[in-house]
């Protein structure tokens, strides 16, 4: 074929699609997962022990203590709606701190509470404070440094509540029989403590303030890529807080992440307590949730793939059929059944956590996250702190959680239907330039074939005046 056709097509760099290429901020990944690990001790799977023990000290019902924890997180909206503005100002690094210390002190408070009241009002301190720092700063740090990976991103941080199902129950039940829950809570909230300066130290809130690009990609793929953050409106991305309340994707992501939240958290805030219901005795409850968790850190990390690879939106609702006929299974209180409902439980430890930053950074983009999040949080932690409430009322009501998992089911059902109403993708600039990135890729691509048709015509007409 007579001449040559050189096109410049942007290479296929594998490093921007690797699940391991984080470089620096690695950092970042373990100090989120961190805070998701006591999270998850503090005010879900912990309270399985923790509850009780508290109930036992005050000499009234366990449901009447979860029952407490939710009217702790709905009070605990207001604190991240305070913590979200906080956050725009001090930045993720200081405010997931600051955060972590009022939870560690608080965690004490609520181990040696004198009665409700007291427990009730540290209760609010220590889901709002440990909430705030692993999901509003958190979810920041997460959206400023991995906007286009915050998928299996949020895959190993996530992997926290799975470490916390798994270590942090059979450490807090350990402490608890043998200190006593008024000293036991120590412990952990050292540690927490110990984190918080660890964080000051050493975290940042953007890439860039350590000489790296978001994604840690290069700076040739960052310039051609990334949408530019140079205009000082990216502080807030044009957003206020009167456009974001009335805006339908904000509704939807607050409503479908907060929903998915109800179930997951409700169930596993007293997975240990149904299952002794079933049969089992605390010590192979415990076991069996360490067991389902170390599963589950691989049930994290598919669930950070699927994000990456499908999307949130398709992820989701994957998620929401998975986590329904898992509730299914363990209502039916059948061994086979309830043995199955464990291992998909198990698997889907992370996955609602995920979706909490995946679905608002999908939808809004890491331009404004910060202010996006403020008003975002608020919504998620309402509709997840209902969880307590359904299983308070329904254990005091019934003396079983059986049907409380009924409920939870039927939330997922609608909150699917919820899912597919969700422009994935509306407001984030990022994708807009890739979007635009790949249409004049395609356009070179039609271009070399529009020129390589034009040749190989021009040849044959050659061979034809050739042979005649």
């Not at 440094?145 to 799975?162: A, D």
């Not at 109403?421 to 070179?444: I, P």
């Amino acid at each position: 074929m007579q001449g040559k056709i050189v096109i410049d097509l942007e290479p296929d760099n594998k490093a921007n699609h690797s699940v391991i290429n984080f470089g620096k901020g690695w950092g970042i990944i373990f100090y989120c997962m961190a805070m998701f690990w006591f999270y998850v001790g503090f005010v879900n799977d912990g309270s399985n022990i923790t509850a009780p023990a508290v109930a036992a000290n005050l000499g009234v019902q366990s449901g009447t203590v979860l029952t407490c924890n939710s009217v702790a997180g709905v009070v605990g909206v207001l604190l991240f709606i305070l913590v979200g503005q906080l956050n725009q100002k001090w930045g993720a690094r200081k405010t997931s701190a600051i955060c972590m210390i009022v939870a560690a002190v608080c965690y004490v408070i609520i181990g040696n509470a004198p009665n409700l009241v007291v427990y009730t009002i540290a209760m609010c301190f220590v889901a709002g404070g440990i909430m705030s720092a692993g999901y509003i700063a958190g979810g920041a740090l997460v959206a400023q440094w991995f906007p286009k990976k915050k998928g299996i991103v949020m895959g190993y941080t996530t992997m926290g509540h799975n470490l916390a199902s798994a270590f942090y129950v059979p450490m807090i039940t350990v402490l608890v029989n043998q200190l006593g829950v008024r000293v036991a809570v120590i412990i952990p909230a050292a540690a927490v403590i110990v984190l918080s300066i660890l964080g000051i130290i050493f975290v940042r809130n953007t890439p860039q303030e350590v000489g790296i690009n978001p994604d840690n990609v290069s700076d040739e793929t960052y310039k051609a890529d990334y949408a530019d953050t140079a205009d000082p409106e990216n502080d807030d991305g044009g957003w206020t807080t009167k456009k974001l309340l009335t805006n339908k994707e904000l509704w939807l992501a607050g409503i479908t992440t907060g929903f998915f939240q109800i179930c997951s958290v409700g169930v596993m805030s007293q997975l240990v307590v149904r299952n002794q219901q079933l049969g089992f005795s605390q010590s192979t409850a415990v076991a069996i949730m360490t067991v389902l968790a170390c599963i589950g850190i691989f049930g994290s990390f598919i669930i950070g793939v699927f994000d990456d690879k499908f999307g949130t939106k398709k992820t989701m609702i994957f998620f929401g059929v998975w986590y329904i006929v898992a509730l299914l299974c363990n209502v039916s209180e059948t061994t086979f059944g309830i043995y199955i409902s464990i291992f998909m439980i198990g698997m889907a430890i992370g996955g609602s956590a995920n979706f909490t930053t995946s679905l608002p950074a999908s939808i809004f983009g890491r331009q404004g996250f910060a202010k996006v999040n403020s008003v975002l949080f608020p919504i998620q932690g309402l509709f997840t702190s209902l969880c307590f409430a359904v299983n308070g009322i329904v254990l005091n009501l019934t003396g079983s959680l059986r049907y409380a998992y009924i409920v939870f089911a039927c939330v997922a059902a609608v909150n699917i239907v919820l899912v597919c109403l969700v422009n994935e993708h509306k407001y984030n600039k990022d994708y807009e330039k890739e979007l635009q990135v790949r249409a004049r890729t395609e356009a070179k691509i039609r271009e070399i074939e529009r020129r390589v048709r034009e040749e190989l015509e021009k040849e044959e007409r050659e061979k034809a005046s050739a042979q005649a």
